[in-house]
């Protein structure tokens, strides 16, 4: 079994526990994003459907579906790129760390790390100094990942 599969194997229990399915088309949109080490927009879903699996998936149903995979906390929406990953942490069952996410400018690949909870409760602090009360403690970065760095130098 490869690792795409194994994660697949996961994210399929995980809906199962949550009374939930993942059907053939979800798990071909969560695929892409699994194989995938950029953030993805629903339409380059489409098409790496279309060429992957040789069927034609309308974006409505690839929103759908991201939605679906967004609230089983399978895939995470990346507000700054307007794109998707897939969750790094599907195979894992202990707790997790607020994620933070670095989104390379110039080519998109995206890195999920962990923020300790302290920091975040520092940050929530002073949203709410600031008159303002914090409701998504996911943060996302720009950056420049290591292969665009050295390819400007």
């Not at 979800?26 to 953030?39: E, H, P, Y």
């Not at 399978?74 to 195979?91: E, G, R, T």
Request: proline share 2%.
């Amino acid at each position: 079994m490869n690792n795409v599969d194994r994660i697949i194997g996961h994210a399929e229990q995980h809906c199962k526990a949550h009374g939930a399915r993942l059907t053939a088309k979800r798990k071909q949109v969560l695929t892409g994003l699994i194989q995938s080490d950029k953030a993805l927009s629903a339409y380059e879903l489409v098409a790496f459907c279309n060429r992957q699996y040789g069927e034609s998936m309308p974006a409505m149903s690839v929103y759908r579906i991201l939605e679906f995979l967004e609230d089983e906390h399978l895939v995470h929406k990346l507000s700054l790129a307007n794109k998707y990953v897939a969750c790094a942490h599907i195979s894992c069952s202990h707790a997790h760390a607020v994620p933070q996410f670095l989104i390379c400018k110039r080519c998109s690949k995206v890195k999920e790390i962990d923020i300790k909870p302290a920091t975040i409760d520092e940050l929530r602090a002073s949203v709410n100094e600031a008159g303002f009360e914090l409701i998504n403690t996911q943060l996302e970065m720009n950056c420049l990942c290591e292969g665009c760095i050295s390819q400007a130098a």
